[in-house]
């Protein structure tokens, strides 16, 4: 078998099922560890979401893309938001409590309609490109600034800001160059975007 005969669905699916059980054991630190120990429920409902958005994902062409894109882009960025609950929560910060509302109201409609055309992927792309990496930088920023300077903390601030810079270079070839259309087809940022 190849490497061009494997399904791309299947290494999200298999992500997807890794977060669900990562969800499950955050969850269950949750009720265990002591209760000084925040943010733990935050990054298990952050997991939980990104496995319903993978499952989503890969049920393209399968259900409407109303729910397969329009509903799996608005868990993505819920997943998000709840990473950087569970990073603020941890570091005794609290997060404006417009963010979840506001995300919701820009989100669900502008996904709702974009998810109506494949010729939209490239602003949809753009959106989650562009919203996710900024939520990763507002946890390098809590962590940077209020986490201790261990081994654990700085790997995570090199890991936020990578994956940040990936993804703000899909976004720019995105607007630069928007076709191809489609999640599985390729791109000149696409090989970093598998890597990361």
């Known amino acids: 078998m190849t490497w061009s005969a494997l399904?791309?669905?299947?290494?999200?699916?298999?992500?997807?099922?890794?977060?669900?059980?990562?969800?499950?054991?955050?969850y269950s630190q949750s009720r265990s560890y002591p209760k000084s120990i925040h943010g733990l429920r935050e990054w298990a409902t952050a997991y939980l979401l990104a496995f319903f958005a993978t499952v989503l994902y890969g049920l393209q062409n399968t259900l409407h893309p109303l729910i397969t894109v329009g509903?799996?882009?608005?868990?993505?960025?819920?997943t998000g938001a709840y990473a950087l609950a569970g990073a603020a929560a941890l570091h005794g910060r609290?997060?404006?409590?417009?963010?979840?509302?506001?995300?919701?109201?820009?989100?669900?409609?502008?996904?709702?309609?974009?998810?109506?055309?494949?010729?939209?992927y490239h602003y949809r792309l753009t959106i989650i490109c562009v919203a996710l990496p900024a939520m990763l930088l507002w946890q390098a920023v809590i962590i940077g600034r209020f986490g201790d300077r261990k081994l654990?903390?700085?790997?995570?601030?090199?890991?936020?800001?990578?994956?940040?810079?990936?993804?703000?270079?899909?976004a720019y070839t995105a607007?630069?160059?928007?076709?191809?259309i489609g999640l599985y087809a390729n791109?000149?940022?696409?090989?970093?975007t598998w890597v990361v």
């Open 152 to 170: 654990g903390a700085n790997l995570s601030l090199v890991v936020l800001v990578g994956l940040s810079a990936v993804m703000l270079l899909r």
């Open 94 to 120: 609290v997060l404006p409590s417009w963010l979840f509302p506001a995300l919701l109201c820009f989100s669900v409609p502008a996904f709702a309609w974009l998810s109506t055309d494949r010729t939209y």
């Open 175 to 180: 607007v630069a160059s928007p076709l191809p």
């Open 7 to 26: 399904d791309l669905r299947v290494f999200i699916l298999i992500n997807g099922v890794m977060g669900c059980l990562m969800a499950l054991v955050l």
């Open 187 to 192: 791109s000149p940022c696409k090989p970093f």
């Open 71 to 78: 509903l799996a882009n608005v868990l993505l960025l819920l």
